[in-house]
């Protein structure tokens, strides 16, 4: 498969999981000096080679196909963390409702409740709002004082990078599990796992995971 296919199944495996309703979410991979990206308004399911947009690493258009709105939210991220290849960007409806509560903690809005999202996440700190498609984002993204390889957009949904296409993919499924789970305990007497554990996991698995300044 080439890396357009790539894209283009990516796409369909994040509406098969219910993360992209409608026309929402885009992704992107970088190949080589250049980036490829879900046109705007496109509905992931449906991708074909005629709507992925090529981009420089910088976010200008190469192509006729016009990328979408959040090209800067996707350049910040891959200038953050260059060992990644891929970024995917959901509306999905957990990541969405849990960035509009307050984060748990400083460092990560989502708790360590399971071993799976601290494995392939680690924590997910809340970034400030913004409108979609501001320029802004990108600021937030490289400007964010926690290590993290997922974020949730306060009021907007999440964002999610990794070494490859299927990583982000894999990493985006988990994350909206961990914040599906996270509301359904909330306001509960919940068991966190405890903090040895959470720092045994993610060493193992080198996920980021900072020890919080302040918890909610």
């Known amino acids: 498969m080439s890396v357009i296919d790539d894209l283009i199944a990516a796409g369909r495996t994040l509406v098969d999981a219910g993360l992209s ?3 929402s979410g885009n992704v992107s991979v970088r190949d080589g000096d250049r980036l490829l990206m879900s046109g705007t308004g496109t509905r992931l399911g449906e991708l074909t080679v005629h709507d ?5 690493a910088r976010g200008v258009a190469r192509s006729a196909v016009r990328p979408s709105k959040e090209v800067s939210l996707h350049v910040a991220m891959y200038e953050r963390t260059p060992e990644h290849t891929a970024v995917v960007h959901v509306h999905s409806p957990s990541t969405v409702a849990l960035s509009c509560l ?64 299927a990583g982000a993919v894999d990493s985006a499924i988990e994350l909206e599990e961990a914040c599906r ?8 007497p919940r068991r966190l796992i405890a903090p040895d554990q959470v720092r045994a996991l993610t ?14």
């Open 21 to 23: 309703p409608g026309s």
């Open 52 to 56: 992925i947009a090529v981009l420089d």
């Open 102 to 165: 307050q984060p748990w903690a400083d460092h990560s809005a989502v708790p360590p409740l399971t071993p799976y999202a601290l494995m392939r996440v680690g924590q997910v700190p809340l970034l400030d709002y913004v409108p979609p498609g501001d320029p802004a984002m990108g600021d937030l993204i490289r400007d964010c004082p926690h290590p993290f390889r997922a974020a949730l957009l306060a009021n907007h949904g999440a964002v999610v990078g990794g070494v490859d296409l």
């Open 181 to 188: 789970i996270t509301l359904l305990t909330h306001g509960m």
């Open 203 to 216: 060493a193992r698995w080198g996920t980021p995971w900072s020890e919080p300044a302040s918890v909610s």
